[in-house]
């Protein structure tokens, strides 16, 4: 009797735990990007305090090939707070000639959506690619509002969403993305996250028609460093993420400079278009 009631017991366990599962799956693939977002108030880091110099060594280099997050410390796809905090973006760099933005999903304990960056482009010293206008500068934040333990929170970058209704979004949940891959990477330094997308659609120098959904592949170089940001969830979330996460050995602070297995000359990026 005992045995059948145990059976019966982990057989409604693991069906609520997959219902639950399917529940937070669901919620995380309902984002949709709505045209209607206005830009949010962008701070300077004089008026933050944020200091962008620390991070800027961690952009990686134009057409360097970076592998997936096999390697890094986080997974994009699990940064669930654990206590309440006010959380905030800010730009580090881009190395594209798409004029991206970015925009965020909470789920879970807080529901709420919304635009980061209307245009992720920056140009001046420093920046990997020119020809930004009215471009961020390195620094520049946006606070999304306290967000309480618990929540799910996702990002997400429509490339070229500046100049194109259409363009790919991509986002930090793989299964998400219309050619199922991974399209950011991230990492725990000096008690934030590090979080850096590619903005082309499909795999490493794949050219031609997607078979499988129809799109057309854009010779992607997956270097990863066509927007980075900085995500301040707190000190206290941030640790809680390290000790959820089971790092690869070969983890090292320089992952976003020196984490590529191979270099490749030819630099894929056209003019940057203006909106």
Known sequence: MKQIFLTALIAATATL?????KVETASA????????????TIYSESQTGFKDTPFQKFVQQE????TNSGQFKLDPSQLKLKSDYDVSVYFINEGASYRNQLAFNATGTTNKSGLIFKDASCDGVGC???GGINALKFGDGVDIGNVAGGTQLDFFLKANGLNSS???I???QTASNADRLQHAVAYAYNNYIILAFEDLYGGLHASGIDSATGKSNQNSDRDFNDLVVVLDIGEANVKALIGASVPEPSVTLSIFAVGAVGMFGLRRRQTRTSN
């Open 166 to 168: 259409n363009g790919n």
């Open 128 to 130: 990997m690619m020119g």
């Open 29 to 40: 693939a309902d984002f949709s990007w709505n045209s209607s977002w206005t830009q949010p």
């Open 17 to 21: 735990t997959g219902l639950i599962s």
């Open 63 to 66: 057409s360097v090939y970076l």
């Open 170 to 172: 991509f986002g930090t």
